[in-house]
């Protein structure tokens, strides 16, 4: 089946330390997006790519980085420079290509906690 | 720039009664409208979309959502709740290379 598969489900991370969250998708999209959900709130884009090797910032960006090498692969950093990355995040994906009228396609999330 | 607004945090409703979650949009030009639902621990799930052509949209799990141009709204709707329709729900508006999402709306249907 296609879809986006996100891993791990839950990480932990110490502080001063860099994790990277893991974003695969087999749906041939051109676009790929990271949100951060935090309780009670809604979705808070970080970081944007329309098509490999280019990605905008987002709302949220500072303390993030991320790379897009391959079509299928959009990986998230949190660097230690995020003082508060306790957060649900999530990727998704779209097909792009200017057609706007397609909805995002979600993977089931990364759960980030501070040890 | 394009923008929605869900005026609501939660909606309570009796299983088997009408459901309306609101969602009012801005935007310029032609607006592209969606409604996404979200269960705990899961990612967003695509439930309609609004492009062009009839104002009533009809999508997954017998909900559909109204269009109105004059109102600028854009609510999901659903003739007979179910207590499994119990989760958070998103409208997103389309923008340039990416979507604006409302802060979201938790539905409880009640037994």
């Known amino acids: 089946d296609g879809g986006i598969t996100q891993s791990p489900k839950y990480l932990f991370r110490k502080e001063g330390q860099n994790v990277t969250l893991s974003c695969e998708q087999n749906l041939n999209h051109d676009a790929m997006y990271w949100y951060r959900q935090d309780p009670g709130q809604g979705l808070r884009l970080i970081y944007y790519?329309?098509?490999?090797?280019?990605?905008q910032k987002g709302d949220i960006a500072e303390g993030y980085s991320v790379s897009r090498e391959k079509k299928e692969s959009f990986p998230l950093t949190v660097t230690s420079a995020q003082k508060n990355p306790t957060a649900f995040y999530l990727c998704a994906s779209s097909i792009g290509q200017g057609l706007h009228n397609q909805p995002q396609h979600f993977g089931d999330g990364t759960r980030l906690s501070i040890l | 720039a394009q923008s929605v607004a869900q005026p609501e945090d939660q909606v309570n409703v009796a299983e088997g009664n009408p459901l309306t979650v609101k969602c009012t949009y801005s935007v310029s030009g032609n607006p592209y409208l969606f409604w996404y639902v979200q269960y705990p621990n899961r990612g967003l799930q695509f439930l309609l979309k609004y492009i062009t052509g009839d104002n009533l949209v009809k999508g997954s799990y017998g909900f559909e959502a109204e269009f109105n141009k004059s109102q600028t709204s854009f609510h999901l709707k659903k003739p007979s709740a179910l207590v499994s329709d119990s989760a958070l729900y998103f409208c997103?508006?389309?923008?340039?290379?990416?979507?604006?999402f409302g802060t979201g709306t938790r539905l409880k249907v009640l037994a």
């Open positions: 790519s329309q098509i490999v090797n280019d990605f």
């Open positions: 997103a508006v389309r923008d340039p290379g990416k979507y604006i």
